[in-house]
């Protein structure tokens, strides 16, 4: 018997020449390095982001007569691929320096008993290592999953029936949703506030309504996005195997866009978690831990750092910084569980 081998074949890159890149590299970020300090001396540019910027600006020059060395499409190329790299690293500089900012504030206010406790018995200005915000994490947990149940379903069949049945009003409908996407979270809260709070008092639901009404056309139009996406190619070919429409939404589109709907799903909640203004009208604020939904104010994150913020003090503001970090990482879990889930039920 003979036996044969198969051998993968990788292909090559013949324009690439790592050594060669490496070799041009490093000088070049040197050279660009001390130019730009000379720049941050003798200019007003200062501070992290003034250094950043000369350095891009002599990284531009320095390898577009590295390039030149070579020909000028070589030159080309390199100050076409450090602007792409630039852009792409300054996108993230509002992004890094916002979380470093916060947690970097809020670490003060973390201790032990910081997620286990509330401010029923504690101030804005006593020590940081009393009182929590326990009752503002479950008070948000509430009033956003009040909101989720409202919008979500709401916005994934806004989204079906301007995509999949395409009835007379769709276009009017679409419309809708767009000019709600622009409404004002105050004005929400004071229709809200209006039909809802007054004789009544503040509640968990009704400040659960006012988040629906921001997260849903977050929700219709990300879902509306997402499902046309989806090939026609699965829609006719359940047609022609005699399915209904009813049968081809629910039961083929639908499931081949979960991940897309978790995304908007998460979208939704992500748009409307940090909003204060609807909340200051309809749920308030209490510093007593509580689950009741109706009748009653009930806290939640965002009330609990405006709470804080303004009281002014060094102390009330630590405790304001601790509870964005935590609304920031709770927010991130949110997503990252959401995404895993999607990911695993789609395998």
């Known amino acids: ?138 008070g948000s947990g509430i009033i956003l999953l009040i909101a989720s149940l409202i919008a979500i379903p709401f916005g994934i069949i806004t989204a079906v029936y301007i995509t999949e049945i395409k009835g007379r009003l769709s276009g009017l409908v679409r419309v809708m949703v767009q000019s709600m996407s622009g409404v004002p979270s105050i004005v929400a809260g004071l229709f809200v506030f209006t039909v809802m709070v007054t004789g009544k008092g ?10 629906s009404i921001l997260m849903l056309p977050t929700v219709a139009r990300t879902t509306e996005e997402v499902l046309k996406l989806i090939p026609e190619d699965l829609r006719t070919s359940a047609y022609a195997l005699g399915a209904t429409q009813t049968a081809t939404t629910f039961r083929i589109v639908l499931p081949a866009a979960r991940a897309g709907l978790v995304t908007a799903s998460m979208l939704g909640v992500a748009r409307v978690g940090g909003e204060t203004a609807p909340l200051i009208m309809t749920s308030f604020y209490l510093a007593n831990f509580s689950t009741d939904t109706s009748g009653h104010p009930l806290a939640s994150l965002p009330m609990y750092i405006y709470q804080n913020f303004t009281n002014g003090t060094d102390l009330a503001l630590s405790r304001a910084w601790g509870g964005a970090a935590v609304l920031l990482s709770l927010i991130f879990i949110i997503f990252t569980i959401a995404r895993l889930a999607s990911g695993r039920a789609k395998g």
């Open 1 to 138: 018997m003979t036996s044969t081998t198969t051998s993968v074949v990788t292909p090559r890159r013949p324009w690439v020449n790592r050594n060669n890149s490496l070799k041009e590299l490093i000088p070049t970020i040197v050279i660009s390095a001390a130019l730009a300090a000379l720049v941050v001396n003798f200019t007003g540019l200062a501070g992290p982001l003034g250094s950043y910027v000369a350095f891009v600006a002599a990284y531009l020059i320095v390898s577009f007569f590295f390039g030149l060395r070579h020909d000028k499409v070589k030159a080309v190329d390199k100050v076409m691929t450090t602007l792409v790299c630039a852009g792409f690293f300054t996108a993230f500089i509002p992004w890094v320096s916002i979380l470093f900012a916060v947690f970097k504030r809020g670490a003060e206010a973390v201790y032990w008993g910081y997620f286990t406790s509330d401010m029923s018995v504690t101030s804005g200005d006593d020590e940081l290592n009393m009182g929590g915000l326990s009752h503002a994490i479950v």
């Open 202 to 211: 503040f509640s968990a639901i009704s400040g659960a309504v006012a988040l």
